[in-house]
């Protein structure tokens, strides 16, 4: 007897309980504008497809960006009972729908990828009496960048070696489809930046495209990673060679579906390059004999460091033997280097030039120019 008792408390308070965390729909909710409020992750319960009842509406408030999981239940009269359920975004377009047909009990659910945190309606419709049950949650993906940054003006300054985290292509009423960064390079050389992403739209057809841009906001290069699979891709790597140390600006952007992604950049450099300004002869740089000059040349951004220009004042009269050592530091064969000596009012006494050089290390030159008056001298490098 008290076995008894005590089982028949049990299942009345599961049954409470159950009835306490589910909200029953209100009618009327069967338009747009009656929709019922519901909340994310909340459990609703409701009938539809009686006489005078065709359809229930609700509208919600995502929380956050990510994947919608709609979730539901449903019991009709017979097997010939059919369920549907439609989601739409704020603006009443249709964004997501399933349709369960000739089952008298059902279980199912319904994913839509890519959604921004934004208003969202769904509508509930059977065709005959159903009773049914649905709750929704949103998986978020990765953390997100700082938002609005979806233009040069909007750009959110970053540093180097910063790990930047962030999410495109995820929509609502409109689509986050571009970020955009901006950084201060600290140096001349090589800009590397790195790209992880993972494509979290359930499309095959989905694109991630990079692109950096000078302090003039002129294309320097980019790169495009197209039709990539679902889930986590290989790290991404774009190299761009000889930048000068200024503003550059980084645009991310996906299309045809959404990405999580993180991005950071490391300049290569150089070694230590010569006193700028000296692009010019009233600019050119004091040196003596035998020092040894480092430089760098042809790095550019807005404008191209091409020319550096230096000066000496002889101690006797002789030969002038000049050294030069050099790396290509371009990543192309193309690159010229040449070598200009000038007097002392400017007129040329000698030069060399050495084209289509090889990416790397070369061999030292050797410039002799005969019988030159202890004076001054200027000397003009210059790459192409």
């Known amino acids: ?103 008298k009990s059902a279980n199912d659910s319904l994913f839509i990828f890519c959604r921004a945190d934004d208003t969202i309606y769904i509508r509930v419709n059977g065709s005959q009496s159903i009773n049914y049950s649905f709750r929704y949650i949103v998986e978020e993906p990765a953390p997100n960048d700082v938002e609005p940054n979806n233009n040069f003006s909007e750009a959110v300054l970053i540093s180097s070696n910063q790990l930047v985290k962030g999410r495109l292509g995820y929509s609502g009423t409109t689509s986050d489809n571009y970020d955009y960064f901006y950084s201060i ?102 040196i003596e004999e035998k020092e040894i000059v480092p430089g760098r040349i042809g790095y550019s951004n807005v404008g191209e460091d091409s020319y550096d220009y230096f000066y000496s004042v002889l101690p006797d009269d002789g030969t002038l033997r000049v050294y030069v050592d050099k790396v290509n530091t371009s990543n192309t064969a193309n690159a010229d280097f040449n070598l200009y000596v000038y007097n002392k009012k400017r007129g040329s006494i000698g030069s060399y030039s050495d084209n289509n050089t090889l990416v790397g290390e070369l061999p030292t030159d050797t410039l002799d120019i005969f019988c030159v008056k202890g004076d001054t001298v200027y000397f003009r490098l210059n790459g192409g």
């Open 185 to 286: 390079l600290p140096d001349d050389g090589t800009l590397r930046v790195y790209v992880d992403k993972v494509n979290t739209s359930n499309s095959a057809d989905a694109d991630f495209n990079l692109y950096v841009y000078n302090k003039n906001q002129g294309s320097i290069g980019s790169y495009s990673d197209n039709n990539k699979p679902v889930g986590e891709l290989p790290t991404d790597t774009l190299d761009i060679f000889c930048v000068k140390g200024d503003t550059v600006y980084f645009r991310l952007n996906g299309s045809s579906g959404c990405f999580s992604y993180t991005m950071r950049y490391e300049m290569l450099s150089p070694p230590k390059g010569d006193i700028e300004p000296n692009n010019t002869f009233e600019e050119a740089v004091y």
């Open 1 to 103: 007897m008290n076995k008894c008792i005590l089982r028949s408390i049990i299942m009345m308070l599961f049954f409470v309980g159950q009835n306490v965390f589910a909200a029953g729909e209100t009618e009327p909710n069967n338009a747009f504008e009656t929709a019922d409020k519901i909340t994310q992750g909340e459990a609703v319960t409701g009938n539809v497809g009686t006489s005078g009842d065709s359809y229930d509406f609700f509208v919600s408030t995502l929380k956050n960006e990510g994947t919608i999981k709609l979730y539901f239940s449903s019991t009709g009269l017979n097997e010939q009972a059919d369920i549907n359920f439609y989601v739409y975004s704020k603006n009443k377009s249709s964004i997501g729908a399933i349709a369960v047909n000739n089952k």
